[in-house]
């Protein structure tokens, strides 16, 4: 994902989403994942709604 055109996050690593987790799987593995494997954009952009939200 982008924010105002910008992939990279103030505090070092990159802007995503994390779709779905399996079992036992935490939402900051994405991060780790990211920075191994890297990432390559989507052919076409797909829009979200967004709500914002603590947890």
């Not at 900051?28 to 990432?39: K, T």
């Amino acid at each position: 994902m982008a924010i105002d055109g910008k992939t990279d996050r103030p505090g070092g690593g990159t802007f995503h989403v994390t779709w779905s987790l399996s079992l036992g799987r935490h939402a900051a593995e994405s991060n780790d994942a990211i920075a191994r494997f890297g990432w390559s954009p989507l052919a076409e952009p797909v829009a979200i709604a967004l709500f914002p939200a603590r947890f």
